[in-house]
């Protein structure tokens, strides 16, 4: 019996399904996390989608996602349905911590069985069943390969198919990372030919800006860019002031790295938030011999994949791109 075969027979032997994905969530995540919702759903067994923290405002418009109950307004509900779960997925996260520190008490004390389907590097060994494909470009395309490679691709239509399409759209940066394979197209072809209707993700997605967002992003372009050309590095910063200036919401600064990533000859891009105190940073890269992963993980608490990867810091800004500053010669040496 095939790993995905094994995780239907779980599902189907189980009556109360809980999926949890990692905090501060994203498309892959949300789209992972409601593809699998209705996908249980039409094997017609009781599902619960638990989140840490509330979904962006510019994934608003998926279906399901208002069914999504999460540790920052629903959280005596969700202590509630652990007690009475009996099977708990944890999608696109490696460590039980990724799910902030109320829900990882939740999950550590559950008596459920856990399954884990992920595509970070390095997972911990918490689940009954693991799937580990780090090679993968995205945990939405895992879902797909559950449903197909389960002998269950006749419930794949529009409603299961939609956020998993995202999902991969999202965490490829619209399929032009390394990280997509043949396989990735092979499993969206069967997406769209299940009804995806693929251009309405992307207007979703690309045409629902605010008049803020907007500003947003013109003010952190032509004012907070910081290109360090002798390493070819560059960096965008906002503080808490900026972004409520500029009426923020979350999700507002997304796709800022990227921006700034595609400047000619750029190795490395970063960004820093300042939210409450914790500055957050994202870091995005080209190429294998350009990773960002050790400098997250060994200098700013965090990790990911060697192009794609996330960080923070309790220092203040100034502090914190002092400190990068000079980090950024050892990781990203001159020419």
Request: glycine share 8%; net charge negative.
């Amino acid at each position: 019996m095939s790993i995905y075969n094994s995780i239907v027979k779980e599902i189907k032997s189980s009556s109360n399904i809980i999926i949890t994905a990692h905090k501060s969530p994203d498309g892959d995540s949300i789209g992972s996390s409601l593809g699998l919702y209705h996908f249980i759903q039409k094997l017609g067994k009781k599902v619960t989608v638990c989140h840490p923290d509330p979904y962006p405002d510019y994934l608003s418009w998926i279906e399901g996602v208002n069914d999504i109950l999460t540790m920052s307004n629903d959280n005596l509900e969700i202590e509630g349905l652990f007690r009475e779960a009996d099977l708990v997925f944890c999608l696109d996260y490696n460590a039980v911590n990724r799910v902030g520190e109320g829900m990882q008490a939740l999950l550590e004390n559950s008596i459920a069985k856990k399954i884990m389907i992920d595509h970070h590097l390095e997972p911990e060994d918490f689940a009954f069943i693991t799937v580990s494909e780090t090679s993968v470009c995205s945990t939405s395309q895992l879902i797909v390969e559950l449903i197909e490679q389960s002998g269950n691709l006749e419930l794949l239509d529009n409603i299961v198919g939609t956020p998993l399409y995202l999902g991969i759209l999202t965490d490829t940066g619209s399929f032009r990372f390394p990280s997509v394979q043949p396989r990735t197209h092979e499993l969206l072809a069967k997406l769209l030919t299940a009804g995806v209707k693929h251009f309405l993700v992307h207007e979703n997605l690309n045409d629902n800006n605010t008049v803020g967002r907007l500003r947003l992003q013109g003010y952190a372009m032509s004012e907070k860019l910081e290109v360090l050309s002798d390493y070819n590095v560059a960096l965008i910063s906002m503080t808490d002031a900026e972004l409520t200036r500029f009426d923020y919401q979350k999700g507002d600064t997304e796709g800022l790295v990227n921006i700034a990533l595609s400047i000619k000859g750029m190795k490395a891009a970063m960004f820093f938030s300042d939210r409450d105190g914790i500055i957050k940073i994202s870091f995005r890269s080209k190429g294998k011999e350009n990773p960002v992963n050790a400098l997250a993980k060994e200098h700013f608490g965090g990790g990911g994949h060697a192009n794609a990867s996330g960080g923070m810091s309790e220092l203040s800004m100034d502090e914190t791109l002092a400190k990068i500053k000079t980090l950024i010669p050892i990781y990203f040496p001159k020419n």
